[in-house]
Every structure is written in structure tokens, then in C-alpha cells.
């Protein structure tokens, strides 16, 4: 949910393409050299400015329980097409593709 106001909402509505990341804020220490799984996702996705049409009763309820102080907000749907697994093996950043199929 943004405010339809928002520069990003410009941006999202004129470029789809978009990375998403999500991650536990709490991650397990990384050492020099160290094999480290990390708690998270990171993924490349399409997303798409929902219609209120569109809106299911769990976004309308979302609206209506957060009560959103300056209306109008926009609602997309975020659809991923590729995800990677993020992993530090001997001390450096690596990831994992997720086979979707």
C-alpha cells in the first residue's frame, strides 16, 4: 500500500519490474570465512497497481483495520518470477536461485 501520491507509485505504474527483498531482521553472526545461511528472500517480480475492483476482502479489511490517514492509497500485487536464496559461503555473499517450476 502506498499513497497514490508517492513518487514510487509513479515509478511502479510506468515500470513493472520491480525487486522485492524480504528478511529477518535478526540475522546469525558472519566470521571471516564463515558458511552463513541467511534468513530471507530475495526476488525479481512484476508488479501490478490493483483496481479497488480488485481489492480482496483481505485488502479492503488491511484498509479499512490500518485506517490510512491520508487517502487515496494504491494497492499492487507482487508476483514473483525468479527467487534467490541469499547465503554467505567463506565469508562472501552468494545466492541461490529457487527452481519455480
Known amino acids: 500500500f502506498s499513497s497514490t501520491e508517492s513518487r514510487h507509485v509513479g515509478h511502479l505504474e510506468a515500470n513493472e519490474d520491480v525487486a522485492v527483498t524480504v528478511f529477518d531482521h535478526i540475522q546469525?553472526?558472519?566470521t571471516d570465512g564463515s558458511d552463513v545461511d541467511l534468513k530471507g528472500l530475495q526476488m525479481e517480480c512484476i508488479a501490478t497497481r490493483l483496481s479497488p475492483e480488485q481489492h480482496t476482502d483481505e485488502v479492503r479489511a488491511t484498509l479499512e483495520a490500518f485506517r490510512f490517514p491520508v487517502p487515496p492509497y494504491a494497492a499492487f500485487k507482487i508476483v514473483?518470477?525468479?527467487?534467490f536464496v541469499p547465503r554467505v559461503e567463506g565469508g562472501i555473499n552468494v545466492r541461490y536461485e529457487v527452481d519455480l517450476a
Request: proline share 29%.
Open 28 to 30: 546469525p553472526k558472519i
Open 80 to 83: 514473483p518470477h525468479r527467487v
